[in-house]
């Protein structure tokens, strides 16, 4: 798969709103510092999958994304569960 793919398109953008949302974490949180890290990580993902151009992309690439975006909303999950109602 190439960026252009059909398919990644939209992980991409969603890679790119998870990361802003996990940069917005109150610094409070006992989250804030695993948010950090898988930030750099969905940035660091998404940098490798638009430098790509023409490379396709390996099954290990698009499943290490995918775990990357199943992970950051747990970690968005969890920290929502600490924010007093």
Do not use: C, Y
């Not at 949180?29 to 638009?50: C, H, P, T, Y």
């Amino acid at each position: 798969m190439t960026p252009t793919d059909d398919g990644l398109a939209p992980k991409l953008a969603i890679a790119r709103q998870l990361a802003g949302r996990l940069e917005r974490l109150s610094v409070d949180s006992i989250w804030a510092r695993r948010a950090s890290g898988m930030r750099g990580s969905l940035l660091k993902a998404i940098e490798r999958i638009e430098n790509s151009q023409n490379a396709p992309l390996t099954e290990t690439e698009l499943a290490h994304l995918d775990s990357l975006l199943e992970r950051g909303f747990q970690i968005l999950e969890s920290a929502a569960r600490q924010i007093p109602g």
